[in-house]
């Protein structure tokens, strides 16, 4: 059901570890649980549901979403029409309001993107936010080759990133930490290792980040990571890389690590509290100021019973999929997925090549329906 044999966890002590690797279990089984069940969602497309009354989600988000601004309203309601999209409620926790949201236009954007567990429906909040706004900066960053300030390890005093860092130093592992934060105001460090000893024959170069409200267990965060990713840096093993590419040289990231910027991790921007409601609020407030909003749905599973959650954030970047800045390829994609009906999907195609006379991919897409629908058929 998760579409992986297994789920690892961080952490700087074994029960951490332990309990990140359950709860990593534990969002993906809830959220695609949810996914799976057909119960919770309406289907339609985006102009019934607006004339049923439903509260929908304003068709501006879904622009946004993509970051296309050539696009006009009027053309993207007309490739929206009759595309039975799934919809479902959720939380703007901005607005602090219910809203009908088209979970089947985001899942095309954001897949696994969002997905977050807790002991509390909090903390499964936070983890959800903090989870997107990093790997929102890492897309910024690594795109654009942003120079950003190294965070100065001797200023470190938490007892548990001390050892952490410490441990690396034992080893011979160079440790590279910048500070990815940017105008999102919720701290992002960003960690990269190399162990030059064993490099390439069997080890590669590790870059991941971690983000939290609190600079000093963002860096925990980034660097417990890295252990998750690298092993131990002298067995052969290679990880999958995630918000961030694997490099395969230091060149590739000179703009990391040759910057002259340094900041100490005191000067980081921190959002942390005693109370994680308060820390929620603080990340939802930072982010308001920028003009991102958070939508959150509760997916947390009726039996299982650990507070899980999966969080949108219109806008915010995920790899290279929310730089396509083309909603009309994200309405082509749904309609190939969701449309079932051959004499409906033609009729949807020379609609959308009228509307869209220039673009590649309706081509690309008429050219495969011969095999989908020969698929569908024998099935």
Not at 179 to 184: A, R, W
Not at 282 to 310: K, W
């Amino acid at each position: 059901m998760t579409g992986t044999k297994k789920q690892m966890g961080k952490g700087a002590s074994p029960e951490q570890a332990k309990a990140s690797a359950c709860m990593e279990l534990a969002e993906r089984f809830s959220f695609f649980s949810f996914k799976n069940n057909p119960e919770n969602f309406l289907v339609g497309d985006y102009k019934s549901m607006v004339e049923n009354g439903y509260p929908v989600l304003g068709i501006q988000y879904l622009l946004d979403s993509v970051h296309d601004s050539g696009t006009d309203v009027n053309t993207f309601e007309k490739l929206l029409e009759n595309i039975p999209m799934q919809w479902v409620w959720a939380t703007n926790l901005t607005r602090n309001r219910d809203v009908l949201i088209p979970f089947s236009w985001f899942y095309a954007i954001n897949e696994f993107n969002g997905p977050s567990a807790g002991n509390t429906l909090e903390e499964a909040a936070l983890q959800g936010i903090c989870e997107i706004v990093e790997r929102h900066v890492c897309s910024i960053v690594n795109y654009r080759r942003i120079e950003t300030p190294k965070i100065d390890s001797n200023s470190v005093n938490d007892p548990v990133a001390v050892e952490l860092l410490k441990k690396f130093a034992e080893q011979g592992i160079e440790l590279y930490l910048n500070d990815f934060t940017l105008d999102t105001g919720i701290c992002t460090v960003a960690a990269l290792a190399i162990d030059r000893h064993t490099f390439p024959e069997k080890s590669e170069i590790v870059y991941t980040a971690g983000t939290t409200p609190d600079p000093q267990k963002a860096l925990i965060r980034a660097v417990t990571e890295v252990a998750q990713l690298a092993g131990d840096f002298n067995t052969g093993s290679n990880y999958v890389a995630s918000g961030l590419p694997k490099p395969h040289s230091m060149k590739e990231v000179d703009y990391l690590t040759g910057t002259e910027k340094l900041v100490s991790i005191q000067e980081m921007n921190d959002l942390s509290d005693a109370n994680i409601r308060v820390e929620v609020e603080n990340c939802i407030h930072s982010l308001e100021r920028i003009g991102m909003e958070v939508f959150m749905i509760d997916v947390t599973h009726d039996e299982l019973q650990i507070p899980a959650c999966y969080t949108i954030i219109p806008g915010a970047h995920f790899r290279e999929r929310s730089r396509i800045s083309d909603a009309g390829l994200f309405a082509a994609k749904l309609m190939m997925e969701l449309v079932d009906d051959a004499d409906l999907l033609e009729k949807k195609f020379s609609q959308m090549e009228e509307l869209l006379p220039e673009v590649y991919y309706l081509a690309f897409y008429r050219g495969g329906t011969w095999w989908i629908w020969g698929n569908r058929t024998r099935r």
